[in-house]
């Protein structure tokens, strides 16, 4: 096997394991209590990240065996094998988790079916398309992969970082495609935004109607990200690292609110 292919299989299959990891922990925490708000919003970034590295995997190809398998996992079916609604969240993430460990079979080479080419090129997401800087929105897309798979990894520190400095180039853009006129009726301070606080740009993005109130939930660690220069020195929880991830989201959706 090609030693590119064979890199890129490993990585795949170590990515998997964070997801399948991560999946046997929300399952759990749904299962003791399907209301939890918090579980609820880490299930929905679970399943948009098991989306997209399955959608990877698929080659881009919703007829995919696999992409296939993942679009039945959020339908329950009736006896008669009709799909219908009101699959349980826990149900849903333990089918979701089932995909996931066919892919790993499928990499591993350990079932009957084709073996999943790692090295075909899906169609690039399109996460960042309400980027206005062009140039910048290739850049956010590979920080943010690297974001995702830091975080499965474990090294909460750098997937932090990270996804911080995702946060602050796409409402940094934001600010300036408003322009500095618009911005100074929302109270903004004068000089350049370049020159502005990563608190400041959140802040002045809220008044503005950029970006609604998720920010607030930003854990402290996240609003001093400048100040940790050596991510690998930084000490940060999973659950700061996570929330700081699940931040990011709700303000991509403020910024895209088609998507």
Known sequence: ?????????????????????????LRDELATDPANGSAMAATRAWQEDCGVTINQLSGGSKAHWLARSFSEGFLMRSEQGHAVEGAAPADIVKRLIDVLEQAV??????????VIS????????????FVHNIELRPVVEQAYIDSRLALEQGDYGPALLTTCGILEAIVTDALEYKGPVALASSGAPTGKIADWSFD??????????????????????ARRYRDHGD?????????????????????????????
């Open 105 to 114: 079979a499928s990499l591993s080479g350990t079932d009957d079916r084709a």
């Open 118 to 129: 790692a090295s075909s090129q899906a169609p690039p997401p399109h996460r960042f398309d």
């Open 1 to 25: 096997m090609d030693e590119s292919l064979r890199a890129q299989i490993e990585t795949y299959l170590s990515h998997l394991d964070g997801l399948i990891r991560r999946g046997l922990q």
């Open 231 to 259: 991510s690998q020195k930084t000490t940060v929880s999973e659950r700061d690292a996570r929330r700081t991830g699940q931040v990011l989201h709700v303000v991509m959706r403020d910024l895209d609110p088609g998507r």
């Open 200 to 221: 400041t740009r959140l802040a002045v993005a809220e008044k503005a109607g950029l970006i609604r109130s998720g920010c607030a939930r930003l854990p402290d660690v």
